[in-house]
């Protein structure tokens, strides 16, 4: 299975296409809107400003980092949608700094003065009482001060700053004398950033604390807190990995990683109270443009609000979920095993709606310690720090059961936990794989191997999510069990390709990327088309987490001119443009913004009349189906066909959390007419198992 040669795709023209980038400044936006909407409680609130920030910082790591490396190496590629590296980069900063302005705009003039009328007061510490002052001052010498090691920034030397650390420059002057010393102190999140006052729900930010007790780190010397200006800094964290000259992949990243701290400053945010010669000065040394410079208002790094989310004010977020068993794996609590109720017919979990506790994790566990299961094969890209699914696999080796085990190490964030996972499965016998060498490998699979008679059955997870059980609660997910004979066979020829040398191509159910992916889904489209011209009313509904391919936008486009009804639900990025006349006249899109990240893919084509639809692991992007070792499984079982269109159907209803978009490239939040109840699918979800969330 390598990669597929390239060929160049019949590409629409550039004006019939979104920027990339821009696409996912759209989806931030919409991350924002949530935090801003009136509608959402007020903790809620909190954490989607948090979450805006904290996408903020990956993307300027990873995309305009990149944009930023093309822009140094004098590539002149344009982007497909006709853009060079130089005009799309600004036309990024031109859209990200008003969105930016508005974010800390609306904390500090309405959502820090809301939170302090509720009873949590995030204190200046200017305003704070003389009592007050002094734990602080007492807090700062036991549990800061030791901690603090500040730099003196020379001429000839600038600290190395960390990457998204909060740092503070301080203008430090002679008692005696005129000229001034500048220094660099790094603000220590030892716990939290915001220091609990004795006062219920009272807060002071840990960078105030620390301002105004900076005489203590420069005795004899003068330095006031109104010299003291917070600033921060994003780094390009790309990894370079040579594979083909790599013997030891393991050492190649960890090497990599450590130069990750020193890689090139993408964006700086300050304090709007830098004056203009400190402001410069950071500029220069950080080697940064006016461009690259976020002045920003009230509190640096908004992400960390997040630890406030959880205070203990139940009226002011929404009700604690708890998942539900799955009525199947319900109904055999008392005796079964999971082995049984998958033999009894296929079946698909709805994460976080049902437990993934109880069932991807029950089914590795069990097969950890079900003494006729001979073998366990499974992926890994991305899974929980403390992960009881590593551990029951490292309880399968122990059971001297065949566990064979492929740990992504390239998975982006991931790389450090995903090399210690890798170490001790390999300590306890654990055949570990690191991924195929020019490809990441995001499928989530797992296949058990289990002695039944004098036969071997081949039981399965074919999911759209990680198997984290930590994301698990909070991503919405799918995954299919069955043990199913056809789709058994190519999993089993899949995991042979992954860990050993095989050049299997001829996979009879599952879409397997890079192999045959790509052309079925193409063929898929093509198909809905010639039924179209052959009087059938055709549909497809494609849901995903991002669509870029133009390949793909370009088949749709045909399809949509042809007749074909398309209904997009893409979460982020969209790259396609929807409802244009004369190019796009029946493709919807929408996206669905809510308390779970929606992450689930499913691809529904009406075909004639017989029905088909697939989940699995793959968005429609290059990268997927080019670059990834991804898995689609079709489902064949009419009722869970019949579910999952249901399930798309609840989403396409949606009035309270969808957003379109617009033949202008923008998105309209959709509300309920006059007369029309409010439709939350994520609630109507929540609802099915508990009823009281209707």
């Given at each position: 299975?390598e990669?597929l040669?390239?060929?160049?795709?019949?590409l629409?023209k550039?004006?019939?296409?979104?920027?990339?980038?821009?696409s996912?400044?759209?989806?931030?936006?919409?991350v924002?809107?949530?935090?801003?909407?009136?509608?959402?409680?007020?903790?809620?609130?909190?954490?989607?400003?948090?979450?805006?920030?904290?996408?903020?910082?990956?993307?300027?790591?990873?995309?305009?980092?990149?944009?930023?490396?093309r822009?140094?190496?004098n590539?002149?590629?344009?982007?497909?949608?006709?853009?060079?590296?130089?005009?799309?980069?600004?036309?990024?900063q031109?859209?990200?700094?008003?969105?930016?302005?508005?974010?800390?705009?609306?904390?500090?003039?309405v959502?820090?003065p809301?939170?302090?009328?509720?009873?949590?007061?995030?204190?200046?510490?200017a305003?704070?009482?003389?009592?007050?002052?002094?734990?602080?001052?007492?807090?700062?010498?036991?549990k800061i001060?030791?901690?603090?090691?500040?730099l003196?920034?020379?001429p000839?030397h600038?600290?190395?700053?960390?990457?998204?650390?909060?740092?503070?420059?301080?203008?430090?002057?002679e008692?005696?004398?005129?000229?001034?010393?500048?220094?660099?102190?790094?603000?220590?999140?030892?716990?939290?950033?915001?220091?609990p006052?004795a006062?219920?729900?009272?807060f002071?930010?840990?960078?105030?604390?620390?301002?105004?007790?900076?005489?203590?780190?420069?005795?004899?010397?003068?330095?006031?807190?109104?010299e003291?200006?917070?600033?921060?800094?994003?780094?390009?964290a790309?990894?370079?990995?040579?594979?083909?000259?790599?013997?030891?992949?393991?050492?190649?990243?960890?090497?990599?990683?450590?130069?990750?701290?020193f890689?090139?400053v993408?964006?700086?945010?300050?304090?709007?109270?830098?004056?203009p010669?400190?402001?410069?000065?950071?500029?220069?040394?950080?080697?940064?443009?006016?461009?690259d410079?976020?002045?920003?208002?009230?509190?640096?790094?908004?992400g960390?609000?997040?630890?406030?989310?959880g205070?203990p004010?139940?009226?002011?977020?929404?009700?604690?979920?708890?998942?539900?068993?799955?009525?199947?794996?319900?109904?055999?609590?008392?005796?079964?095993?999971?082995f049984?109720?998958?033999?009894?017919?296929?079946?698909?979990?709805?994460?976080?709606?049902?437990?993934?506790?109880?069932?991807?994790?029950?089914?590795?566990?069990?097969?950890?310690d079900?003494?006729d299961?001979?073998?366990?094969?499974?992926t890994?890209?991305?899974?929980?720090?403390d992960?009881p699914?590593?551990?029951?696999?490292?309880?399968?080796?122990?059971?001297?059961?065949?566990?064979?085990?492929?740990?992504?190490?390239k998975?982006?964030?991931?790389?450090?936990?995903?090399?210690?996972?890798?170490?001790?499965l390999?300590n306890?016998?654990?055949?570990?794989?690191?991924?195929?060498?020019?490809?990441?490998?995001?499928t989530?699979?797992a296949?058990?191997?289990?002695r039944?008679?004098?036969?071997?059955?081949?039981?399965?997870?074919?999911?759209?999510?990680?198997?984290?059980?930590?994301?698990?609660?909070?991503y919405?997910?799918?995954?299919?069990?069955?043990?199913?004979?056809?789709?058994?066979?190519?999993?089993l020829?899949?995991?042979?390709?992954?860990?050993?040398?095989?050049?299997?191509?001829?996979?009879?159910?599952?879409?397997?990327?890079?192999?045959?992916?790509?052309?079925?889904?193409?063929?898929?489209?093509?198909r809905?088309?010639?039924?179209?011209?052959?009087?059938?009313?055709s549909?497809?509904?494609a849901?995903?987490?991002?669509?870029?391919?133009?390949?793909?936008?370009?088949?749709?486009?045909?399809?949509?001119?042809?007749?074909v009804?398309?209904?997009?639900?893409?979460?982020g990025?969209?790259?396609?443009?929807?409802g244009?006349?004369?190019?796009s006249?029946?493709?919807?899109?929408?996206?669905?913004?809510?308390?779970?990240?929606?992450?689930?893919?499913?691809?529904?084509?009406?075909?004639?009349?017989?029905?088909?639809?697939?989940?699995?692991?793959?968005?429609?992007?290059?990268?997927?189906?080019?670059?990834?070792?991804?898995v689609?499984?079709?489902?064949?079982?009419?009722?869970?066909v019949?579910?999952?269109?249901?399930?798309?159907d609840?989403?396409?209803?949606?009035?309270?959390?969808?957003?379109?978009?617009?033949?202008?490239?923008?998105?309209?939040?959709?509300?309920?007419q006059?007369?029309e109840?409010?439709?939350?699918?994520?609630?109507?979800?929540?609802?099915v198992?508990?009823?009281?969330?209707?």
């Amino acid at each position: 299975m390598e990669p597929l040669p390239s060929r160049p795709p019949e590409l629409t023209k550039p004006e019939h296409l979104i920027n990339r980038e821009l696409s996912w400044i759209a989806f931030n936006q919409r991350v924002l809107a949530e935090g801003l909407d009136p509608r959402t409680p007020l903790l809620e609130r909190l954490k989607f400003l948090a979450i805006f920030s904290s996408n903020l910082d990956e993307f300027f790591m990873v995309r305009v980092a990149g944009i930023k490396r093309r822009i140094a190496q004098n590539m002149a590629t344009l982007t497909p949608d006709g853009l060079s590296p130089q005009v799309e980069l600004l036309a990024v900063q031109q859209a990200l700094k008003p969105l930016v302005q508005k974010q800390h705009d609306f904390f500090g003039a309405v959502l820090r003065p809301e939170l302090s009328r509720q009873g949590v007061d995030i204190k200046n510490y200017a305003d704070l009482t003389n009592g007050q002052r002094e734990y602080l001052h007492a807090y700062f010498r036991e549990k800061i001060f030791p901690t603090l090691t500040p730099l003196a920034i020379e001429p000839s030397h600038f600290p190395h700053v960390s990457n998204l650390s909060l740092s503070m420059i301080a203008v430090v002057r002679e008692p005696q004398a005129s000229g001034r010393h500048l220094a660099r102190v790094k603000v220590p999140l030892l716990q939290t950033r915001f220091i609990p006052l004795a006062e219920p729900m009272t807060f002071v930010p840990v960078e105030q604390v620390l301002a105004h007790n900076l005489e203590l780190l420069f005795p004899g010397m003068m330095v006031s807190p109104d010299e003291c200006y917070e600033f921060r800094i994003t780094r390009d964290a790309e990894l370079d990995i040579e594979e083909e000259e790599a013997d030891d992949l393991i050492s190649a990243l960890q090497q990599e990683l450590r130069k990750q701290r020193f890689g090139p400053v993408v964006r700086l945010e300050l304090s709007d109270r830098t004056p203009p010669d400190i402001r410069a000065e950071l500029m220069a040394r950080l080697e940064i443009a006016e461009t690259d410079t976020y002045d920003i208002p009230h509190l640096l790094g908004l992400g960390s609000l997040m630890a406030l989310t959880g205070l203990p004010l139940p009226e002011h977020r929404l009700p604690d979920w708890r998942s539900v068993t799955h009525p199947r794996i319900k109904a055999a609590e008392e005796s079964g095993t999971i082995f049984q109720v998958i033999r009894a017919g296929d079946f698909l979990v709805h994460h976080p709606y049902q437990s993934f506790t109880t069932t991807v994790q029950r089914f590795i566990e069990e097969a950890a310690d079900d003494p006729d299961v001979l073998a366990i094969k499974q992926t890994l890209y991305r899974t929980s720090g403390d992960s009881p699914i590593v551990h029951a696999l490292i309880r399968a080796a122990e059971n001297n059961k065949q566990v064979a085990v492929l740990v992504e190490l390239k998975a982006r964030f991931d790389e450090a936990n995903n090399i210690l996972w890798a170490r001790k499965l390999e300590n306890a016998g654990v055949h570990v794989i690191y991924g195929k060498r020019g490809l990441k490998t995001h499928t989530k699979t797992a296949l058990v191997i289990r002695r039944e008679g004098e036969h071997l059955m081949r039981y399965y997870h074919i999911g759209t999510g990680n198997y984290n059980s930590r994301t698990a609660r909070f991503y919405s997910d799918l995954g299919l069990f069955s043990c199913r004979e056809d789709i058994g066979n190519d999993l089993l020829n899949l995991f042979n390709y992954l860990t050993g040398i095989s050049r299997h191509r001829d996979y009879q159910q599952l879409l397997v990327a890079p192999v045959n992916m790509r052309d079925r889904f193409l063929q898929m489209i093509a198909r809905e088309v010639h039924h179209q011209r052959q009087g059938y009313h055709s549909y497809i509904i494609a849901k995903m987490n991002s669509l870029v391919d133009p390949e793909i936008i370009t088949a749709l486009y045909e399809a949509s001119e042809a007749g074909v009804n398309i209904d997009l639900i893409v979460r982020g990025i969209c790259c396609l443009r929807a409802g244009v006349p004369g190019l796009s006249d029946r493709i919807r899109v929408i996206s669905v913004i809510g308390r779970f990240l929606e992450h689930s893919r499913i691809f529904y084509f009406s075909n004639g009349g017989k029905e088909v639809v697939y989940i699995g692991s793959a968005d429609w992007m290059p990268r997927n189906l080019d670059m990834r070792v991804e898995v689609i499984t079709p489902v064949h079982e009419p009722a869970l066909v019949r579910e999952l269109k249901e399930l798309l159907d609840v989403v396409l209803a949606d009035n309270r959390q969808a957003w379109e978009l617009l033949p202008d490239n923008t998105y309209r939040q959709r509300h309920p007419q006059e007369g029309e109840p409010e439709m939350s699918s994520q609630r109507h979800f929540m609802s099915v198992g508990r009823p009281e969330f209707a």
